[in-house]
């Protein structure tokens, strides 16, 4: 069963730092690019990071960079979201989806089922 799971969400004070993590199960996840999305209330659906299933390029959103890196372990078929400096604006639902091809704005093959993410004191 081809499945993507996230982890690593919570509610975090300001300025802390989360670690998230996109699991894969059913298929490689080191051939696919693999993105992290997230989804506040009354916001857009914004494309956070994305990194790159053969050379590793990354590309962090404006909003993010600076603050989140994204990196993958493919022996543990896991990519993972490191947020530091976290902002109240942070607070969402953030999902993470594979592609078969390159990095994108919205061509996914697999999405996860998200986790939240909560930045207040």
């Not at 996109?22 to 051939?31: E, I, Q």
């Not at 914004?46 to 994204?70: L, N």
């Not at 993958?72 to 607070?91: F, G, I, W």
Request: glycine share 10%; with cysteine.
């Amino acid at each position: 069963q081809v499945q993507l799971v996230e982890s690593g969400g919570g509610q975090v004070q300001p300025g802390g730092s989360l670690r998230l993590s996109c699991a894969a199960s059913g298929f490689a996840l080191d051939y696919y690019a693999v993105g992290w999305f997230r989804q506040a209330p009354g916001k857009e659906h914004e494309r956070v990071s994305c990194i790159s299933s053969s050379d590793g390029i990354t590309y962090h959103a404006e909003s993010v960079k600076g603050r989140f890196t994204i990196s993958r372990d493919n022996a543990k078929n896991t990519v993972y979201l490191q947020m530091n400096s976290l902002k109240p604006e942070d607070t969402a639902v953030y999902y993470c989806a594979a592609s078969s091809g390159v990095c994108s704005p919205h061509r996914y093959d697999y999405w996860g089922q998200g986790t939240q993410v909560t930045v207040s004191s």
